[in-house]
């Protein structure tokens, strides 16, 4: 271990959350070091289009908008290095981190800002489309399927709720689900059955996502009946997977509380873990909102709390 490792607050994450706490922190005079991961910028690099971050009154790119916070966070003096943090003991002080390259981390305060990825189909079309019709995030991309066509995947709760939002927008919504029945609450369900706009496509799975090159959008998907193996084409717009998340949490189980899905759990209206001086903000404690907003709101919470922290 050596000297030149140990900071006074060590960030975790490069993802809006993550920049905002190096951003305060820096001008707090708290000296961060801030690990990018294996995702310099986090979730939204890999998105395109973004019209809902405050500030920009045209429609902003989602790599762009994280350079900005990147290069504002550099300015104003944090350490950032491109590192990712694979073993953590957070049982006592200095909290101690052995990352990728070999190397061990200290710090007095830590904040994780680790983020969550969307789950996908995993299917190569898949891959080739997102960002360009093929989304994990209706509260953020619906607005831009306007009287158009949408396919939502999944059959939980956020599927649902996803679908009937959709609805807002879409001319016609399909719910495409590999079962007979929903996981979604019942309360949702009814909605669903309920709404006009909304078609339910039971025992049936995306098997590729075919559309246009130039530009690169969707028109069709192939699914798949998995009762009696028929194939069909559908026309769509736009595609929704909606099958779920995962906190990227999994290095702290055992030494943080954390719900059963792993998102971490903080003090209400805090940053603040179940463990002194160790603060989480941004997707890997919000199953709820998922948003660079509230991401970025939590990692200025963050700094904030570290700052008074570190001054007691
Ligand atoms: C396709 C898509 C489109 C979206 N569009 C919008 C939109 O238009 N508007 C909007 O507000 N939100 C949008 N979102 C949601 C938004 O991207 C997230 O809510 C936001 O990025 C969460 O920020 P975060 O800082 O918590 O984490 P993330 O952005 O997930 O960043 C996590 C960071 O942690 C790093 N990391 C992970 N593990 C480690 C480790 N062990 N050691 C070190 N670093 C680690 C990663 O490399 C990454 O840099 C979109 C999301 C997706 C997937």
């Not at 003096?77 to 909290?95: A, E």
């Not at 016609?172 to 909304?198: F, G, T």
């Not at 075919?210 to 009696?228: A, C, F, H, M, T």
């Not at 736009?238 to 971490?264: C, E, R, T, W």
């Amino acid at each position: 271990m050596t000297k030149s490792n140990h900071s006074k607050l060590l960030i975790l994450g490069s993802g809006p959350a993550g920049y905002t706490a190096a951003i305060y922190a820096s001008r707090a005079m708290l000296e961060p070091t801030l690990l990018t991961g294996i995702e310099p910028g986090g979730q939204m690099t890999i998105t395109t289009d973004v019209e809902n971050y405050p500030g920009f009154a045209d429609i902003i790119q989602g790599p762009w908008l994280m350079d900005q916070m990147k290069d504002q966070a550099l300015s104003v003096g944090t350490n950032i290095v491109f590192d990712t943090i694979i073993d953590v003991d957070l049982s006592s002080k200095p909290f101690s981190l052995q990352s990728d390259s070999g190397k061990n981390y200290t710090c007095d305060a830590l904040i994780i800002s680790t983020g969550a990825q969307a789950k996908w189909l995993g299917l190569e079309s898949e891959n080739k489309f997102k960002g360009y019709g093929v989304s994990a995030c209706a509260t953020c991309d619906g607005f831009f399927y306007k009287d158009k066509t949408v396919v939502v995947v999944g059959g939980g709760n956020t599927a649902a709720e996803e679908a009937i939002f959709l609805t807002n927008f879409a001319s016609e919504v399909k719910l495409i689900h590999r079962r007979d029945s929903l996981r979604a609450e019942k309360i949702l369900q009814k909605r669903l059955m309920d709404n006009k706009k909304i078609e339910i496509i039971w025992n049936s799975e995306i098997t590729e996502i075919i559309g246009d090159e130039n530009p690169l959008s969707v028109k069709q998907v192939v699914l798949r009946n998995n009762k009696d193996d028929s194939t069909k084409k559908i026309n769509t717009d736009g595609i929704f997977v909606a099958i779920g998340h995962s906190p990227a949490s999994m290095i702290f189980k055992n030494q943080l509380n954390m719900d059963d899905k792993g998102y971490i759990f903080t003090e209400a209206d805090s940053t603040k873990t179940n463990v002194e001086g160790v603060f989480a903000a941004g997707d890997v404690t919000d199953d709820k909102y998922r948003q660079a907003v509230t991401a970025a709101g939590m990692g200025c919470m963050a700094a904030l709390e570290v700052e008074e922290f570190l001054s007691e």
